[in-house]
């Protein structure tokens, strides 16, 4: 069966640290990677989309790697503040046409320690 | 500008009612998603919307569940008979249209408590 896997335990990073999460999925084609952050009482926001034909993207302190191979997504935070504690969400977008909503993985909660 | 708003922020029922839970999109996107997230979990789909008609509903549980977007802008997800089960948060999101690459901008919730 199709499946998403985050760290569902928390991850504690010192500040000034890079928080790396990883996102790993089974028996998908995902044409799509997307992560979002979510706060407490809150909807997901959008962070970044990684297309699978591209190895990595970034924006300002984020980094997206996407390895097909491996089935693996991984989300750093560079220089994490604590600020960026929160929970973060890998969601997939599976190849075969159409739009279809997202398929989220559980997440994981990012805890930076001043 | 707007973002996404639901309404009511919490619903508190007994099981065996009926609920409708709101969303009003960002206003001129054409897609609307309805998501379900449980205690510890990510976000389920439910339905999309594309404009009126609901494009895909294969994540609806079962019959119990239905959702319409009459004019294209605002949408009701409703629950029948509803179980202690349904208990969740109901997010929805939208998108300018429904595209792979359009960000679905996410609402807050409705936390639906079935007692």
């Known amino acids: 069966s199709q499946k998403i896997e985050q760290n569902s335990e928390a991850l504690n990073i010192q500040e000034g640290k890079t928080a790396t999460l990883t996102c790993n999925y089974t028996?998908?084609?995902?044409?799509?990677l997307q992560w979002y952050r979510q706060d407490p009482g809150r909807g997901p926001v959008f962070l970044l989309l990684?297309?699978?034909?591209?190895k990595e993207k970034r924006k300002e302190r984020l980094k997206v790697t996407f390895d097909t191979t491996l089935k693996q997504s991984l989300f750093h935070i560079t220089a994490s503040q604590p600020a960026d504690s929160a929970t973060y969400l890998c969601?997939?977008?599976?190849?075969?046409?159409?739009?279809?909503?997202?398929?989220f993985g559980k997440g994981t909660h990012l805890i930076i320690q001043p | 500008g707007a973002g996404v708003s639901q309404t009511p922020s919490n619903k508190v029922t007994e099981k065996g009612k009926y609920v409708e839970l709101r969303c009003d999109p960002i206003s001129g996107h054409t897609a609307l998603y309805w998501y379900r997230q449980s205690l510890g979990q990510g976000p389920e789909f439910l339905i999309y919307?594309?404009?009126?008609?609901?494009?895909?509903d294969s994540g609806l549980p079962n019959d119990r569940f239905f959702a319409v977007r009459p004019e294209g802008s605002v949408s009701t997800l409703k629950i029948q008979r509803t179980e202690r089960g349904d208990s969740a948060v109901y997010l929805c999101a939208s998108s300018l249209s429904s595209g792979y690459t359009d960000t679905q901008y996410f609402g807050p919730g409705t936390r639906l408590t079935v007692l």
């Open positions: 969601a997939l977008v599976s190849s075969g046409g159409g739009a279809d909503g997202l398929t």
């Open positions: 028996n998908y084609s995902p044409a799509y």
């Open positions: 919307f594309q404009g009126t008609g609901a494009a895909d």
């Open positions: 990684i297309r699978e034909n591209e």
